[in-house]
């Protein structure tokens, strides 16, 4: 569960996260790193592609201010896997990712908290 997100900076069970996030429901990876800092790619997802179970849906968190881009081969793939696509400003990602977690929901997140 996400506690808090501020710029910067995002609380997740209890630990501060200060680089972006990939939020699955059993662990957190640290450190997300992009091809292109605010465009997201089909690799710059591949352990979500590769986790098992496949999330039905992936939150992404598109910066304090929104400006990350995801590419449209980003959503054709989603679409082949039958995963959903939420993309919304991280401060109202997080908030969204906690409701579909809470209502049993297979979600993953993919959170910028910069920018």
Request: net charge positive; charged share 25%.
């Amino acid at each position: 569960m996400i506690e808090a997100y501020d710029f910067g900076v995002m609380v997740i069970n209890g630990k501060r996260y200060t680089s972006d996030v990939i939020v699955f429901p059993d662990k957190v990876m640290s450190g997300w790193w992009r091809k292109e800092g605010h465009r997201i790619y089909v690799e710059d997802l591949k352990e979500i592609f590769s986790h098992k179970p496949p999330p039905e849906v992936l939150v992404v968190g598109t910066g304090y201010s929104g400006l990350v881009k995801i590419m449209p081969e980003v959503n054709e793939v989603l679409k082949e896997r039958g995963i959903k696509l939420i993309a919304r400003p991280t401060g109202e990602a997080y908030k969204t990712f906690n409701e579909l977690l809470r209502a049993g929901k297979n979600v993953v997140g993919a959170f910028h908290l910069t920018c």
